[in-house]
């Protein structure tokens, strides 16, 4: 079992992450879009951008994903320019939820996942806001690779740091 503070070290450590990669998208790569379908870097940064406190919000407020709505509107129109702001805002927003949560409702408290699968507070945090920043970043990175960029590893998407040179 892990802690509150863990938990919570561990979605900042993600936000960090993102912010990292995102200073690595070459200016004139925000189009890019991998094969049509796809969304383009700036929608996965716009998505990235609310995918943690969205989920966060909607399963603490009785699993109604129609609450989630509100969170892609107000994204869609965000500026890749603004996403350092806006992984900011998301970050503040899941330590004020988190920190708000008694603590017996990680183990008591029933959500549900867009899929309608049903699970206990504790594990949906696990599931959908932490999860979901984990794969983001990693199709960020993989965006990376697949625009050229060719001078980041394992230290960016992993520890959110350049590697050291020897």
Known sequence: MISRQHFLDALMKEVHICKHLYTKIPKDAFDFRPS??????????????????????????GS????????????????????IEAMENQAAAMKEMLDAIPEDYFFTQDVKHPNG???????GLMTMPYAWLV????????????IGVTDIGTSNVWGGADRKVK
């Open 64 to 83: 109604d994903w129609k609450l989630w709505k509100p969170y892609t509107e107000k994204s869609i129109n965000m500026n890749a320019e603004d996403f």
């Open 135 to 146: 794969a983001y970043r990693m199709q960020l990175f993989l965006y990376l690779k697949q």
């Open 117 to 123: 699968a049903e699970m206990k507070l504790g594990l």
């Open 36 to 61: 049509k379908g796809q969304r383009s870097t700036l929608e996965l940064l716009r998505y990235l951008a609310v995918c943690g406190s969205a989920s966060m919000y909607v399963m603490l407020n």
